[in-house]
């Protein structure tokens, strides 16, 4: 192996919350788990601040796999703060999460649209902004380029994609902090094993490639992550 910081071979294994008949309690208390895991990846900073890159006027965001809605609201919360509005619109396939986040987002974000659909099966919505945190990691290679193309054709500025990357120390601390940070099952079986389905950063610059993108913003970040910003 090249890099003895990588695992040699990516792996993708289906993960419990992506399966049917998990309980909607269990679904709540795994997304709840992960809502904490992400605060703490300052991935909202990375996002709020790429976008503000090209606009801090009044702009759309499409959130791909949208989870809970969690992401959305808390850049529109840091985004009021800065004196912008966000028009947010979540889409996720699975049909429990959508009522989750559209529950979630009549308390702190009621004017967010919440549309339960399969993002490589369907038309996305014209948006300024196309966002996704940790989903491309879900898909097989040929899924994940689909996905860049159609968020490319989707998005008026830019596409924005904050992911887990493959490596040794990211398995390591998937293990630990899903256990700090969480009491869920699904959340201690399914964070480790997400690094094993990550990508590393020569395997994201492939997808691009194959995807047709030629400009793009690529770069390692805390806590072994990638952020990614294709200018639209």
């Known amino acids: 192996m090249n890099n003895p910081d990588v695992y040699p071979r990516r792996t993708v294994l289906p993960e419990q919350m992506d399966q049917p008949g998990v309980s909607e309690d269990a679904l709540r208390h795994a997304l709840a788990g992960l809502r904490r895991i992400n605060r703490i990846s300052l991935a909202t ?11 801090d ?3 759309s965001v499409l959130d791909i796999a949208c989870g ?5 609201m808390a850049l529109a919360r840091e985004a009021a703060r800065r004196r912008q509005k966000l028009r947010c619109t979540g889409l996720d396939a699975h049909p429990d999460i959508i009522r989750i986040a559209s ?3 009549a308390k702190h974000l009621p004017d967010a649209e919440f549309i339960c659909a399969d993002a490589l099966s369907t038309s996305l919505p014209d948006c300024d902004f196309a966002l996704s945190t940790l989903f491309l990691h879900h898909l097989r290679q040929e899924e994940a380029v689909v996905l860049l193309q159609k968020m490319c054709a989707s998005a008026r500025y830019a596409v924005i994609i904050d992911d887990l ?9 998937a293990v630990a902090g899903t256990r700090l940070l969480s009491r869920s099952s699904i959340v201690h079986s399914d964070g480790p094993l997400s690094v094993r389905n990550a990508f590393t950063l020569p395997e994201v610059r ?3 490639r194959d995807a047709g993108i030629e400009h793009y913003h690529l770069r390692r970040c805390w806590p072994e992550r990638f952020h990614l910003v294709i200018p639209c």
């Open 165 to 173: 990357l493959r490596s040794v120390p990211g398995y390591v601390l």
């Open 103 to 105: 529950a979630n987002a």
């Open 57 to 59: 006027a009044e702009a």
């Open 68 to 72: 809970d809605g969690d992401m959305l």
């Open 206 to 208: 492939r997808l691009l």
């Open 45 to 55: 900073r990375r996002i709020l601040s790429s976008m503000r890159q090209f606009t």
